[in-house]
């Protein structure tokens, strides 16, 4: 049996100290119908805490914005009644053992693919762009995106004042920022616009900006990216690593300390033309560009992906040894974990005291409660 003691090696990001390298993924869970988490978010998250998740990243939360959520149970992160609900959160992770930061989320032109429901309010992207040749909603102007930018920046200084260790900003899977990082559904002729991914990426450094101003040089900034969106899997924002670090180096030079990179499947290689199929992945390749810290994800512990949970599929268990190679190379920092975290709030520790029996695959019908 495979060793899992390089995922319980401690790291340092500023001012966070993490006492192992597992994360737990952001997993939107659609339990806050008035945009408030409650007792249960406190406690959901808490036992992932006391099961020995070293940093828990929040379901997304959305920023104050008329039209940012795309579903009626995303919890906003605004608002006295749902920022105390969030210090109910966090005081319960710290009192289980783990860091958290939550994740930071406007969700653009983007549809829910769990529900029809619209907001009251015109939805808002780039450029009123669903996907490429859908219309849905309005393009930003100057005034909406001005004030966008300062709300991702309110909301990073309201997770550190209420004792959150970091924030990451969603900037993955087809939302908001990913709209104006990708050439099909940002058409703008104005500094947010652009024929490069240097240039649109412009926006997202806006907001790393303003956010890094508002929370200080210590506090740690993750930002979370991905080359598919849920318009589009097979869809690359940076086809060669030059387009990659056009692509991460300003947002890196605006202030972002980690890299999330997202995949569906960690072990894929990012350019196997250049390294082959045992190659860097998306994470690899994203530190050896850049130099800044990264987080890969993806099956961690599984056999299937995680789309398939939506249509209610489940996953069989698979092994952590092609994981344990990747970090013994180093090949990225901290490695998040999904779905194998809903089914098991004790599978680090598991994994940790080599109880490999033990662990459970996925069953889809765990996304109907908050346990
Ligand atoms: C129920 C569910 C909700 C998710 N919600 C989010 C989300 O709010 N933000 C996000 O960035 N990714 C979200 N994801 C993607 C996960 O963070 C993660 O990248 C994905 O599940 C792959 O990890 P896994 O294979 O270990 O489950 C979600 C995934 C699942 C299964």
Not at 8 to 21: K, T, V, Y
Not at 59 to 68: F, K, M, N
Not at 299 to 305: K, M, P, Q
Request: glycine letters at 12%.
């Amino acid at each position: 049996m495979t060793s899992t003691d390089v995922l319980f090696r401690p790291f340092r990001i500023g001012s966070m100290e993490l006492a192992n390298r597992i994360v737990m993924a952001p997993m939107t869970r659609s339990f806050a119908p008035a945009g408030i988490p409650g007792p249960a978010h406190a406690a959901y998250y808490r036992r992932r805490a006391e099961g020995g998740v070293g940093l828990i990243i929040s379901e997304g939360t959305v920023i104050d914005r008329p039209a940012s959520r795309n579903n009626p149970g995303v919890p906003f992160f605004h608002g006295d009644a749902a920022l105390a609900g969030w210090k109910g959160v966090i005081d319960a992770v710290h009192e289980g053992g783990a860091k958290m930061g939550p994740q930071l989320w406007h969700t653009g032109a983007l549809k829910s693919f769990l529900t029809e429901w619209v907001p009251d309010s015109p939805v808002e992207g780039p450029s009123g762009l669903e996907a490429p040749g859908v219309e849905r909603g309005v393009a930003m102007g100057d005034g909406d995106i001005a004030d966008t930018i300062a709300a991702f920046a309110r909301a990073a200084s309201d997770a550190k004042r209420l004792g959150f260790d970091t924030i990451e900003l969603h900037g993955a899977h087809g939302y908001l920022f990913d709209q104006f990082f990708w050439a099909a559904t940002n058409r703008r002729t104005d500094r947010y616009g652009g024929a490069t991914i240097g240039e649109r990426s412009r926006f997202a450094a806006g907001v790393v900006a303003e956010v890094r101003a508002s929370v200080g040089p210590d506090f740690p900034i993750i930002l979370r990216l991905s080359q598919w969106k849920v318009q589009d899997f097979t869809v690359r924002l940076a086809e060669t690593p030059d387009l990659m670090a056009d692509w991460l180096m300003p947002l890196v030079g605006a202030g972002v300390d980690v890299l999330h990179c997202s995949q569906r499947r960690f072990w894929e290689p990012e350019f196997p033309d250049i390294d082959g199929e045992q190659g860097l992945n998306f994470a690899g390749w994203a530190k050896k560009l850049t130099g800044a810290t990264t987080i890969s994800v993806g099956s961690v512990g599984l056999a299937e992906d995680f789309m398939g949970a939506f249509g209610g599929e489940g996953s069989s268990t698979a092994k952590l040894d092609k994981l344990v190679e990747r970090m013994e190379r180093d090949e990225f920092d901290l490695i998040a974990v999904g779905r194998a975290l809903i089914a098991d709030p004790a599978w680090v520790e598991k994994v940790r005291t080599g109880n490999s029996s033990a662990l459970k695959g996925f069953d889809a019908a765990a996304l109907a409660e908050l346990v």
